[in-house]
């Protein structure tokens, strides 16, 4: 059996000289193509090996967490609107925050029809007439047509 080596006993330099060693015998053509593995295989064995040790950390908090939560069902967990943060705020703060949000006059304008199904079919004309045009390809066009209907309303907590 073998213990596996360290891997800041590793240095990539030493094991790629070593196997430029091996590489020079072969022929010409296949030499750039083992190099290219050689450096690909040691290259992903240490950055696993390096990632290895972060995620056992990264994975005893995350269960911890979960476990939190799962014992807290009244919190909510959401990005927050500023910044690449989170927070976590009870279901009652979430729905108050929300509302407020919602009927802020100056940032919401009340509609009593859902618009989305509409763009959505003026979206699917503009794609069906671009298509008969020959602006876009079927395929093109298949991508940019909707054909799912929107939800009708929103249910909180």
Same mark, same amino acid.
């Given at each position: 059996?073998?213990?596996?080596?360290?891997?800041?006993?590793?240095?990539?330099k030493?094991?790629?000289?070593?196997?430029?060693?091996?590489?020079?015998?072969?022929?010409?053509?296949?030499r750039?193509?083992?190099?290219?593995k050689?450096?690909?295989?040691?290259?992903n064995?240490?950055?696993?090996?390096?990632?290895?040790?972060?995620a056992f950390?990264?994975?005893?908090f995350f269960?911890?967490?979960r476990?939190?939560?799962?014992?807290?069902? %009244?919190?909510?967990? =959401? +990005?927050?609107?500023?910044?690449n943060?989170?927070?976590?705020?009870? *279901?009652t703060?979430?729905?108050? !925050?929300?509302?407020?949000?919602?009927s802020?006059?100056?940032t919401? %304008?009340?509609?009593? =029809? +859902?618009?989305?199904?509409?763009?959505?079919?003026?979206?699917?004309? *503009?794609?069906?007439?671009?298509? !008969?045009?020959?602006?876009?390809?079927?395929?093109?066009?298949n991508?940019?047509?909707?054909?799912?209907r929107?939800?009708?309303n929103?249910?909180?907590?």
């Open positions: 059996f073998a213990f596996r080596p360290c891997t800041e006993e590793i240095t990539v030493h094991i790629l000289a070593e196997a430029e060693n091996a590489i020079e015998l072969k022929p010409e053509p296949k750039n193509i083992n190099r290219a050689v450096t690909n295989i040691v290259t064995y240490i950055n696993k090996h390096d990632q290895d040790r972060g950390v990264a994975d005893a269960l911890e967490a476990r939190f939560l799962s014992a807290h069902p %009244e919190l909510v967990v =959401s +990005n927050s609107n500023k910044g943060v989170s927070v976590v705020l009870t *279901k703060q979430y729905k108050d !925050k929300l509302m407020e949000l919602l802020d006059k100056r919401y %304008e009340y509609s009593p =029809s +859902n618009p989305t199904d509409k763009i959505m079919r003026g979206n699917n004309e *503009k794609s069906k007439e671009f298509h !008969k045009n020959k602006y876009i390809t079927q395929e093109e066009k991508i940019v047509t909707h054909t799912q929107s939800h009708q929103f249910t909180f907590w």
